[in-house]
Nanobody, 121 residues
Framework: QVQLVESGGGLVQAGGSLRLSCAAS????????MGWYRQAPGKERELVAD???????TYVDSVKGRFTISRDNAKNTVYLEMNSLKPEDTAIYYC???????????????WGQGTQVTVSS
């Protein structure tokens, strides 16, 4: 099996910063894309940012210039550096990884349990 464990959420004032981490472990042969989604109360889950194994990144427009996604392939870990945080960034943040396990030739998405980010005004 594969597990994703997130850390780094919390409460911060507007304009502040947080860094999220997500480590994947288990029967991992390779990981293609890793990313972060978020879901605010009453809203759909949305992609915040993702990064390929080669380091290519994409961001939702609302976080461009403020958030930076990165990964450590040797550690199967993805990070999300969040700066200039706004109250509208408040949400549960989930990491996701597109994983191929040792016992299969297919890739499947695995999700973390979520970490709460709250930005006060």
């Amino acid at each position: 099996q594969v597990q994703l464990v997130e850390s780094g959420g919390g409460l911060v004032q507007a304009g502040g910063s947080l860094r999220l981490s997500c480590a994947a472990s288990g029967s991992i042969f390779s990981i293609n894309v890793m990313g972060w989604y978020r879901q605010a109360p009453g809203k759909e889950r949305e992609l915040v940012a993702d990064i390929t194994s080669a380091g290519f990144t994409t961001y939702v427009d609302s976080v461009k210039g403020r958030f930076t996604i990165s990964r450590d392939n040797a550690k199967n870990t993805v990070y999300l550096e969040m700066n200039s945080l706004k109250p509208e960034d408040t949400a549960i943040y989930y990491c996701v990884a597109d994983v191929r396990r040792w016992d299969t030739y297919v890739h499947n998405n695995y999700w973390g349990q979520g970490t709460q980010v709250t930005v006060s005004s």
